[in-house]
C-alpha cells in the first residue's frame, strides 16, 4: 500500500498535464447580406439561414467545415457562415457580436414568435406586449404578414423564465422610443489572417507532452532516491518476511 502511494505521489506530476484545446478564432464580417446558414448548403431561400450577420461585427469560428463554409457561433446560436463573407483576424477583439441591442414590439401582430420568417410558422412563445426583454440577434426578408407592408423579421431572443429564439414580424418593433432600432459600426482595428489553424483539437490523450524534454528529465532526477527507498523498503519486508517463516529453533541438550 505504501508503495502504491509513493509512486502516485512520484508520477501524479506526469498525469496531471491539461490536454491541448482547439484554438478559437474570429472573423470580421465583411459583406453586406451575409447570411448566417443553418446547414453549411448554399440555397438562395430563408429555409436554410438564420439571418443576415451584422456588418463590421465578427463570428466565432469553431471548425474548418469546407471550402465554402466555416462552422460558426454567433451569440449562442451555432450554424455556418460562407468564407467569401468573413475575414480571419489575429487574437480576440474587444466586441465580438452585437450585444444588448434591445426592441419592443407594440402591435398584435409582432406579438407572435415563430420558428419560421412567416406567419405560417409554428408558434414558439406570445410575447407580452411592450415587453423589453427582446434581444435582436439578426433580420432576414421573410413572408408578407402584412398586405403592402414590407417582408423584414428579426430573428431575437426573448427571455421569461427561460431563453426563446424565434421570428418576430419586424414592422411593429421598434427601440422602445418609437423610432427602429440601429447601432454603430464596429470600429475596432485587428490584424487579419490568411488561413485559421484548426489542427490541434481536443482529442489528444492527456499526459506528459511529446518534447517537453526538460520536464521529463526533472522527474526522471527526481525519483532516483524514492526508487532506491522503494527498493529499499521492499527488501527489508522480504527478509522480515523470510524470518518469520523460518524461526530459530532453542537446541535442548539432554
Known sequence: MITLLILSLIFQPVMSVSAA??????ARVMMDNSYFYKQPIDEDNYANKYFILPKTYFVELTNDFNDLFYE???????????????KAINGLPENAFLNNVKFRVYNNDSRDMRDIPS???????????????ITYIGKIYGEEKVPSRPNVWYFCKYTTDSDHY?????????DGYGEKISWNEN????TYIDHPDFSIN???????????KTTA????????????????????????KAEKKSPNKEVIDY
Open 21 to 26: 484545446t482547439r484554438p478559437t478564432y474570429y
Open 72 to 86: 460558426a457561433n454567433y451569440m449562442g446560436v451555432k450554424g455556418y457562415v460562407k468564407k467569401e463573407s468573413v
Open 119 to 133: 406567419p405560417d410558422g409554428s408558434l414558439i412563445e406570445t410575447i407580452t406586449s411592450n415587453s423589453r426583454n
Open 166 to 174: 424565434g421570428y418576430v414580424y419586424a414592422d411593429y418593433c421598434d
Open 187 to 190: 470600429t475596432e482595428v485587428v
Open 202 to 212: 481536443d482529442e489528444t490523450p492527456k499526459g506528459l507532452e511529446i518534447g517537453n
Open 217 to 240: 528529465i526533472v522527474i526522471a532526477i527526481l525519483s532516483i532516491p524514492a526508487l532506491i527507498f522503494i527498493f529499499l523498503l521492499i527488501k527489508g519486508s522480504k527478509v522480515i
